[in-house]
T-cell receptor, first 116, second 108 residues
Framework: GAVVSQHPSWVICKSGTSVKIECRSLDFQATTMFWYRQFPKQSLMLMATSNEGSKATYEQGVEKDKFLINHASLTLSTLTVTSAHPEDSSFYIC????????????FGDGTRLSIL | QKEVEQNSGPLSVPEGAIASLNCTYSDRGSQSFFWYRQYSGKSPELIMFIYSNGDKEDGRFTAQLNKASQYVSLLIRDSQPSDSATYLC????????FGAGTILRVKS
């Protein structure tokens, strides 16, 4: 149980392109979804937290107009990297948890984004 | 002081030995504690969680929690080369905070 599907797993695109990444909870209702970014050999960096039906809460230093997050249902959240540039190249990982303070986060497989 | 601290390693153990991974945290109000395993180039995978003081065992894994000392550990018995990965400690108070991870290398 507790499967989180993330798509696509790998994206290569030109600078200036917008890229959408989907995160789905397949067998549970994800009241909260999280978006992380991880650069090589570095730790996870939380970008934003989203609750179903609400605006996402962004961490300090993360541009909300650059990284658009939508959590329209209890099973789907999307991250759109707008006008992506090479410095946005990274490993983006979503995670999801169900309702309750002790519920763990379950991670998707991640999306490797390369901007040329 | 970082909120969640882990020794970055690498921790090297021979195959079949016990690997001991440690984590300390600063928020005394933390209630939930998690261990994730992350293979290189992959996303984290939940392997253990613990909420109460003491030990919790699951197969070859044992999580240990001491809230008074603000300390949580993960023991891996009969370590295998496939256990080689980065182990992330995560602590939840108001939000989930990850440590930077400890690299474990199990040598055959």
């Amino acid at each position: 149980g507790a499967v989180v599907s993330q798509h696509p797993s790998w994206v290569i695109c030109k600078s200036g392109t917008s890229v959408k990444i989907e995160c789905r909870s397949l067998d549970f209702q994800a009241t909260t979804m999280f978006w992380y970014r991880q650069f090589p050999k570095q730790s996870l960096m939380l970008m934003a937290t989203s609750n179903e039906g609400s605006k996402a809460t962004y961490e300090q230093g993360v541009e909300k107009d650059k990284f658009l997050i939508n959590h329209a249902s209890l099973t789907l959240s999307t991250l759109t990297v707008t006008s992506a540039h090479p410095e946005d190249s990274s490993f983006y990982i979503c995670s999801a948890s169900s309702l309750g303070p002790d519920q763990p986060q379950h991670f998707g497989d991640g999306t490797r984004l390369s901007i040329l | 002081q970082k909120e969640v601290e882990q020794n970055s390693g690498p921790l090297s153990v021979p195959e079949g030995a016990i690997a001991s991974l440690n984590c300390t945290y600063s928020d005394r109000g933390s209630q939930s504690f998690f261990w994730y395993r992350q293979y290189s180039g992959k996303s984290p995978e939940l392997i253990m969680f613990i909420y109460s003081n003491g030990d919790k065992e699951d197969g070859r894994f044992t999580a240990q929690l001491n809230k008074a000392s603000q300390y949580v550990s993960l023991l891996i018995r009969d370590s295998q080369p496939s256990d080689s990965a980065t182990y992330l400690c995560a602590v939840k108070g108001n939000k989930l905070v990850f440590g930077a991870g400890t690299i474990l290398r199990v040598k055959s």
